[in-house]
């Protein structure tokens, strides 16, 4: 499971973390019943405090995510919920509330951002398709 | 066993009538690792000392371990894993030397760990110490702070001059063999960002003082900075703010209660928009934050009157 942990980011680490190993599942890229690294394993590999590890695994497991499993560690869910926790499409809304900020402050019309918005969704359907 | 490993009740300590700490308070808990932030001189290695019993206070109590320092320094330098800042050992002694040497210093010395510790840390046993890297010169006062397996460990400053993979490696020790002992780590620092992935507490000591104590996920969520139109300016005034800048159009101040600050807003009407900060950017508000009344001395902005 690869994490990247941005030091210095105006997001906490904690939600480096959790944003990351959700989209990790989501992606498929852990699979439902996978173990993830124990809290122990991804303190160290990360150098992250290991109540924050905890705190995010924990929180993970509230939304349905993760289960852990007494004595065996932390596993992808069997059944992943369906819907994304609100907590990341709250973000998603918030990230894309500031794209519209940088966009009028670019002098961008409501009209030249969605074109905008239209070609990265082209090139990321355009990438999906080469790298399958 | 007490709850808390340190703590600091109303501490002064001046030196040739400087107030260096001006009533300090604060407790550290059991297990937890606490880091205290503060520019130069803001008093980081004063309350280092003090908590060692090198130096005495001039008013206020300290307690360590259930301890007073002042009492009893022995025992809690006994106790207590030290590394101090920009820590020189004896240049000519070998790394084998100094930990036979440092050895019979306290009651509980473990020396397979210390071995173990010195191996880990990848520290030539036969090299003498003036050609121990700094890196290296860190972790082999981590390996001998630690070879007692003390309860608590004080680190002043211990990432001073190390490069930022040295950094990283510094953090990666700390997670690995102190806090997954459930060692009570205190250390102070200027680098915010390095103390984040480590730190369960942080507090930010100025001017003497603990100008705010939380874990980082609170700081954050708590502490934002809030942009308003200018215009609206003097319907803000009375907000307690740590720091404010106006531009041409807008105001942004930075306050320690987001939340609050946002529903008042909200019930007046008040366009606002939220910027989510980082630990740095936190920390310059705190000990270096402009108020709005300043800023209407400098600017003489008609808006904000």
């Known amino acids: ?132 | 066993m007490a709850h808390n490993a340190i703590e600091i009740q109303a501490v002064s300590k001046s030196f040739r009538g400087q107030k260096v700490l001006d009533g300090l308070s604060f407790d550290v808990e059991r297990g937890k690792t606490f880091a205290l932030l503060g520019r130069n001189a803001a008093g980081k290695t004063t309350t280092i000392r003090l908590l060692l019993g090198l130096l005495g206070r001039d008013d206020g109590a300290i307690r360590v371990l259930g301890l007073d320092p002042a009492v009893s320094p022995l025992e809690v330098r006994d106790r207590v894993g030290y590394l101090a800042e920009d820590q020189t050992m004896y240049g000519w002694m070998r790394v084998a030397e100094i930990i036979r040497f440092v050895a019979p210093f306290y009651s509980t010395w473990d020396h397979d760990l210390a071995l173990k510790l010195v191996r880990q840390f990848e520290l030539p046993l036969n090299a003498k110490i003036r050609h121990l890297s700094k890196g290296q010169n860190v972790r082999l006062g981590l390996a001998l702070a630690f070879a007692h397996r003390p309860e608590l460990v004080v680190l002043d400053d211990p990432a001073l001059g190390l490069d930022p993979i040295m950094r990283r490696q510094f953090n990666r020790d700390l997670v690995e063999h102190l806090q997954s002992e459930g060692a009570t780590i205190f250390y102070s620092s200027h680098l915010l960002d390095e103390v984040e992935p480590v730190a369960d507490v942080v507090a930010i000591l100025d001017e003497g003082q603990i100008r705010c104590l939380a874990d980082t996920d609170t700081l954050r969520s708590n502490v934002k900075q809030i942009v308003i139109p200018a215009a609206a300016a003097n319907l803000v005034s009375g907000i307690d703010h740590l720091d404010a800048q106006s531009g041409r159009d807008e105001l942004a101040m930075t306050v320690e209660n987001a939340t609050a600050v946002c529903d008042y807003l909200a019930a007046e009407g008040i366009t606002f928009r939220v910027n989510d900060l980082n630990l740095d950017e936190i920390f310059a508000a705190y000990v270096d934050g402009r108020k709005i009344e300043t800023l209407n001395q400098f600017t003489n902005s008609p808006q904000l009157v």
């Open chain 1, 1 to 132: 499971m690869l994490i990247r942990i941005e030091k210095g980011s105006s997001v906490p680490i904690s939600r480096q973390l959790a944003e990351q190993i959700a989209t990790h599942i989501a992606a498929g890229r852990i699979k439902p019943g996978e173990r993830v690294p124990s809290v122990r394993e991804l303190a160290k590999q990360l150098a992250v405090n290991q109540n924050t590890i905890l705190r995010v695994y924990e929180r993970l497991t509230a939304d349905g995510l993760l289960q852990r499993r007494q004595g065996q560690g932390t596993f992808v869910a069997d059944q992943l919920p369906r819907r994304r926790p609100a907590a990341h499409r709250d973000r998603l809304i918030e990230e894309l509330r500031q794209l519209v900020h940088q966009a009028r402050g670019l002098g961008l019309t409501d009209g030249q951002l969605h074109e905008l918005l239209d070609t990265a969704l082209g090139q990321v359907e355009a990438h999906s398709t080469a790298n399958p």
